[in-house]
């Protein structure tokens, strides 16, 4: 006769063991009572079995329980085509996502910068005199191009009918590269004024719809 010790050690071993025979045979009644359906390409009717028929294979399918509940639909698999069109649609997505994580960094640039709609016109004020300042020491140096070409080519003029010398030809053809680039660059900073109003403009316009404040009349009047 086994001792209570043993009997309550065999009973304590059985316990987990009933469980897990409990656990085993509820999963199996439970996949059992999933069934698979479809429509049959060949027939028109649907078949269903608690495996996946081979008429469903390939093609759209639905997972139904006992009580023929729709546990979950598996669409059919994708086309080539429908493929390419998928990553283009992911593409398209990340692209719009990307795009709108750039503007919201530009948003917050913005109010980081302008703490009130007068801070626009301020910054717009000194990019003008700055760009302005460069004008004047740009046009400056264009005087004193000419003033320097004019001394040379009255040199010139004393060689007219004889060979001139190689540096003064030199000179004159350095002084007379240096004119023009100073007056591209010239031509450049007159054009910066435009860009500067464009910025602005639309700095105001966003910094108005982010704040909802009405924006201020620009500097140098209202816009024509």
Known sequence: MPSPVTARSTESMRKPALTLLALLLASTAQAASEF???QDPASGRRV????LPEQCRGRAYRILDSGGNI???VGAPLTPEQKAEQVLEQKRRKQLEDAGREQR???QALLDTYATAEDID???KKAEADVNSAILATIARIDAAQIKR???ADEAEFYKKRT???DLDRDLRAIDHEIRLQQELLDLK???FDTIKTKYDADRRRYFELTRRPPTTPPGGPSR
């Open 164 to 166: 001139m010398p190689a």
């Open 36 to 38: 698979y359906c479809c």
């Open 150 to 152: 004019k001394k040379l």
């Open 122 to 124: 301020l910054s717009q």
């Open 48 to 51: 269903c079995s608690d495996t």
């Open 71 to 73: 546990v979950k639909e």
């Open 105 to 107: 960094r530009r948003d």
């Open 190 to 192: 007159k054009k910066e």
